[in-house]
């Protein structure tokens, strides 16, 4: 069965201060993963799809990196604003159904 | 554009009643997905929707059903409400063609309590 695990659960960064969030997948035949962004009372948002072990997406201070296992979304010099619930998914047997992580709760402090 | 937009945004109620919750997507999408969002089991693939056929359905009971329209609309029902059914559901859309994957667009879902 295809799963996927993020961690940690929670992060909390003091604002500037870079880390990075992790998800791994158990999958047969990647076929993309996904990552998204939720904020509070609002539905996930997109943000990167990758494909291929070795791709790199970027957006702002996000950097959504790939490997045959797991899949990093590195965050360079935090906001306030980059507080929410990320997100990351892979497409699971039969079409368009997503399987989705649990999410990291970050919160970046001022 | 427009994003997907889900009707209501809120809703409340009684075990044992029925709910019908709506999205509209993306103008040109024609994959519409259902998804459940609780803080225990996270988001849940509930059923997907193509050109008004359902093309894909996640371990829910037959108490949840839904439906595609010509326009692309797509409404869930759930019927004799259960406590447990309380969540977050969510709608997205995706210009989805045949079985290759797209980025889903997410509504900002309807929240539904059962009391």
């Known amino acids: 069965e295809d799963q996927v695990t993020q961690s940690p659960e929670a992060l909390r960064l003091q604002e500037g201060e870079s880390s990075s969030l992790n998800c791994s997948y158990t999958?047969?035949?990647?076929?993309?993963l996904f990552w998204y962004r939720q904020d509070p009372g609002k539905g996930p948002e997109f943000l990167f799809t990758l494909y291929s072990a070795g791709e790199e997406k970027e957006k702002e201070r996000l950097k959504a990196t790939l490997t045959k296992k797991e899949s990093f979304l590195h965050i360079t010099a935090p906001k306030p604003e980059d507080s929410a619930t990320y997100l990351c998914?892979?497409?699971?047997?039969?079409?368009?159904?997503?399987?989705f992580g649990q999410g990291t709760r970050l919160t970046i402090n001022p | 554009k427009a994003g997907v937009t889900q009707t209501p945004r809120y809703l409340i109620k009684t075990r044992g009643q029925q709910v019908t919750l709506s999205c509209s997507p993306i103008s040109g999408h024609r994959s519409v997905s259902w998804y459940q969002q609780t803080p225990g089991q996270g988001l849940q693939f509930l059923f997907e929707y193509f050109s008004e056929t359902q093309r894909n359905k996640g371990n829910f009971p037959g108490r949840f059903s839904g439906r595609q329209f010509s326009n692309s609309r797509s409404e869930m029902n759930v019927s004799t409400l259960e406590l447990g059914d309380s969540a977050l559901y969510l709608c997205?859309?995706?210009?989805?063609?045949?079985?290759?994957?797209?980025?889903?667009?997410f509504g900002n879902g309807t929240r539904l309590t059962v009391t």
């Open positions: 999958v047969s035949g990647l076929r993309g």
């Open positions: 997205a859309s995706s210009l989805a063609q045949g079985q290759g994957h797209s980025p889903l667009h």
């Open positions: 998914a892979v497409p699971g047997q039969g079409a368009q159904k997503l399987v």
